[in-house]
């Protein structure tokens, strides 16, 4: 076997896990609706840090004060959930469905919590949750085959779910702009390179 090709390889795998991540993480941050921030943002990441404790401080009060307000408690997801305080964030998720019930966006936001926190089954069993409502929510069927790929190291379940997301949207991309179908092509060449003897 040609080692140069093998690095190659490497690198192609590489190359589409770093793409996925980055489509991940932007792609479900897309996926949900959010207010936007009232907190300024500084160029230091001191700044911004304070204002994002800030901004906790003030939804954690909101959703003391109010605690019925769903809405509120979706807000407190998303702070946590930018700040990659994935416990606190699944725990604001379930509050604002207990409020919210069947909301596909944050229950799609607790599936990624749930993948950020090493709960990669508990992210698909959600995922499927959002996919049994709505076969065609997109950011849950990429988001399912990045779970798959990159917490359960299954490169086979996470193209077949990207091929049913191009089934409803032939366009679909990850938010780096990479298109899934060339996805699907990187991670099938490399499954069939990788079962080479």
Request: proline share 5%; hydrophobic share 40%; glycine share 8%.
């Amino acid at each position: 076997m040609d080692p140069k090709g093998m690095i190659k390889k490497e690198r192609v795998y590489l190359y589409v896990v770093v793409a996925l991540i980055i489509g991940f993480v932007g792609g479900v941050m897309y996926s949900a609706y959010r207010t936007p921030a009232t907190a300024e943002v500084h160029q230091d990441g001191s700044g911004h840090q304070r204002d994002a404790a800030e901004t906790i401080a003030a939804l954690e009060k909101a959703t003391k004060d109010n605690p019925k307000d769903g809405q509120l408690w979706v807000e407190l997801g998303h702070a946590y959930f930018d700040t990659g305080q994935a416990k606190q964030a699944i725990a604001a998720y379930h509050k604002a469905l207990e409020l919210l019930p069947g909301d596909l966006n944050v229950m799609t936001d607790l599936g990624v919590m749930y993948h950020q926190d090493n709960q990669h089954q508990k992210a698909i069993e959600t995922f499927d949750q959002v996919l049994r409502a709505n076969p065609e929510h997109e950011q849950a069927r990429f988001n399912k085959g990045v779970v798959l790929l990159t917490g359960l190291n299954d490169p086979k379940g996470a193209v077949a779910e990207w091929k049913i997301l191009l089934k409803y949207h032939p366009m679909a991309a990850a938010p780096s702009g990479k298109m899934v179908a060339d996805l699907i092509d990187q991670l099938e060449k490399q499954t069939k390179e990788t079962a080479k003897p």
